[in-house]
């Protein structure tokens, strides 16, 4: 690389570093709480729990970019005890998180499922 290349290079990390800086600051600079409608605010209850399906429901339904064709895959008995878990311990998702992870583990790593 020559000089003028790395230049530009650090240029654009800093330029990305200030702007994520810039626009994840903002929620520390009020001093009050900000005034949002309630039904914002009851929406915004629901969005670490929406964040964490969108990352999920596509890594446990597609392999590859396909749909998946086997019912034999351990994605799917993780997903089915993480929510028989939620369904009996109502608003427990960590606990949800922990029983869908253990169960993969245990069918992959125990089992040597795919």
Known sequence: MHLGHDVYVWLAVGALVGVTVLTRSFFLLPDSEPKLPGWL???LRH????ALLAMVVPDVFLSNGRMLADWHDARLFAV????????VRRNDVTGTILVGTGTL????????WA
């Open 41 to 43: 605010w009851r929406g």
């Open 47 to 50: 969005a670490p729990v929406a």
């Open 80 to 87: 089915a005890a993480a929510l028989t878990y939620y369904l």
């Open 105 to 112: 583990m245990l069918l992959r790593l125990g089992f040597g």
